[in-house]
């Protein structure tokens, strides 16, 4: 019978004290087991915490750890005292943990990585079956170290990604080699530390690995594929980029990264406005534009100027970058220089050009050469007559003034036919020192009565002007044509022509800008 309850006895069976006291301790169990412990201390038996299950005043079940003890030492004058604890949730706890242990194992198990717990010394403390499987020569794992069993290692192995992360107390990363011979080489292994609740100290260590066998063996695969791809391309002497939609570079050859001055790592990623003035960029990118619109490839000649400094006219070829479903992800361009081959065909055509001129010139000459056979023997008959009929006229005869102008223009139209025989090739000019002044005056006192009554010819002649080696007759005819020509000009109307001579100096750029066929040098010239 109880007769006396303190509150935490209230408090834990939901009962009043009054509604305690004066009732039979079987009110608080949940069974009869237990009450024989009353028995056990009248017989003088120790008696140690036992365990009971009572139960609240509501029904719930409550779990107690009770402690029994005479109160005067003797029984049973004095009456026993029950000291209660309630143990329910640690019977809760010890309930789930197997359970929940069932559960973390499932957990464990169906993961198909490998899972290695161990303690701070690197002894194995619980391993998953995947770990069993890869390692099964060595099995059973659990209490052995892990280099040993993992790497067949009497030290730890290097670099050890687990005792790292044992020092720095942070998870650390590591691609190590499997055992040689397995079928696991390359594994990716994360050591996780498991610290005690509120502190930093480590109690053991999780170690998550993975099989990145066949990952490596891509990787490397793609590494040799791409050391295969780059090395064609920078065999290739021609400059090749590669852009995606946006133009952005994701990849050159070495001659294309030497002309933009950069290695290829710092084009990646930028656009063609990093490296060209505006204009040209602008260029680029709407040729870009149009291969993707258009998805067809595009040829374009353009002059580059690029950021090396080399200028070269270009013959570029973009076509569609596709992946391997058909869709367009960018462009592929190779630029070739053809200034070279430009140069060589414009030379070949001024070559042809100028074989054509010569044939032209040798049909002309040969047509030249016999009109001027023919009208030299005309012109032969016209000064013999005229020397026998000047030799006739009596010296005030008023027509010997123009029978001596036709000697002169026989004259002049025989040098007229030795210029034509030597254009031909018949004969050859008579070179010689001669004053272009002389010439000038000479030809303009004969081309007086030949040009326009309204037209005044007006000469302009620098004195002592230096001599000039050529054929005077082909001076003759070039400042006759100059005359006549300008003459011709002002046709009916009033005008003045005017001849002048002098001496200028000339440099490179005035001689190029002649129509003289062969390279001259800078100097003074009549």
């Known amino acids: 019978i109880l007769v006396e309850a303190n509150d935490a006895l209230c408090a834990m069976t939901g009962y009043a004290r009054e509604e305690l006291l004066n009732q039979d301790i079987r009110l608080l169990y949940a069974e009869d087991a237990g009450l024989g412990f009353a028995e056990g201390l009248r017989a003088g038996s120790p008696m140690l915490p036992i365990e009971a299950r009572w139960r609240r005043k509501d029904g719930s079940p409550l779990h107690i750890l009770l402690t029994v003890a005479p109160v005067d030492g003797k029984l049973p004058s004095g009456g026993l005292t029950l000291a209660v604890t309630d143990i329910s949730e640690r019977r809760r706890i010890e309930e789930d943990l197997p359970r929940d242990q069932h559960f973390l194992s499932l957990i464990l198990e169906s993961i198909q990585d490998g899972i290695s717990v161990l303690s701070p010394?690197?002894?194995?403390?619980?391993?998953?079956?995947?770990?069993?499987?890869?390692?099964?020569?060595?099995?059973?794992?659990?209490?052995?170290?892990?280099?040993?069993?993992?790497?067949?290692?009497?030290?730890?192995?290097?670099?050890?990604?687990?005792?790292?992360?044992?020092?720095?107390?942070?998870?650390?990363?590591?691609?190590?080699?499997?055992?040689?011979?397995?079928?696991?080489?390359?594994?990716?292994?994360y050591s996780y530390p498991m610290k005690e609740p509120g502190s930093d100290r480590i109690i053991g260590i999780v170690e998550f690995v993975r099989d990145i066998t066949k990952r490596k063996k891509a990787e490397l695969e793609l590494v040799q594929k791409n050391a295969l791809l780059s090395g064609l391309l920078n065999s290739i002497s021609d400059l090749v980029f590669f852009k995606d939609r946006e133009g952005h570079y994701m990849g050159c050859n070495a001659e294309f990264a030497h002309s933009i001055g950069q290695p290829v790592e710092a084009i990646i990623?930028?656009?063609?406005?990093?490296?060209?003035?505006?204009?040209t960029a602008a260029l680029f990118s709407n040729q870009d534009l149009e291969v993707m619109r258009s998805e067809q490839e595009r040829r374009y000649e353009t002059w580059i100027e690029y950021p090396n400094g080399m200028q070269i006219l270009a013959d570029v070829l973009k076509c569609p970058l596709r992946e391997e479903s058909g869709r367009i992800i960018g462009l592929v361009g190779v630029s070739r220089d053809i200034t070279e081959r430009r140069n060589l065909e414009e030379e070949r055509r001024r070559a042809d050009e100028q074989m054509q001129q010569t044939q032209k010139l040798e049909s002309l000459g040969v047509l030249a050469g016999g009109i001027a056979h023919d009208f030299n023997n005309i012109l032969t008959?016209?000064?013999?007559?005229?020397?026998?009929?000047?030799?006739?006229?009596?010296?005030?005869?008023?027509?010997?003034?123009?029978?001596?102008?036709i000697q002169r223009a026989a004259q002049r139209a025989g040098e007229l036919c030795h210029q034509m025989l030597a254009y031909s090739g018949q004969t050859s000019f008579a070179l010689q020192t001669l004053s272009i002044n002389d010439v000038i005056e000479e030809m303009a006192n004969l081309l007086k009565t030949s040009i326009s009554k309204k037209t005044v010819l007006q000469l302009q002649l620098e004195p002592f002007l230096p001599g000039i080696l050529a054929d005077p007759s082909q001076i003759r005819q070039v400042v006759m044509n100059l005359i006549i020509n300008a003459s011709e000009a002002i046709g009916e109307d009033t005008g003045v022509i005017t001849v002048s001579s002098g001496v200028m100096y000339c440099d490179d750029p005035n001689l190029k800008d002649t129509a003289m066929p062969e390279d001259l040098s800078p100097g003074n010239y009549v």
């Open 381 to 405: 008959a016209i000064q013999g007559h005229a020397d026998l009929a000047l030799f006739d006229l009596p010296a005030a005869s008023p027509v010997k003034e123009s029978v001596q102008e």
């Open 269 to 279: 990623g930028r656009t063609c406005h990093d490296f060209f003035d505006s204009a």
């Open 121 to 189: 010394d690197l002894t194995v403390q619980h391993v998953n079956s995947v770990m069993k499987d890869w390692y099964r020569e060595n099995v059973p794992l659990e209490g052995k170290k892990c280099h040993c069993v993992y790497h067949n290692s009497p030290t730890p192995c290097h670099p050890c990604p687990t005792l790292r992360c044992i020092q720095s107390g942070q998870t650390e990363k590591e691609e190590i080699r499997g055992l040689p011979g397995a079928s696991n080489e390359w594994l990716e292994l």
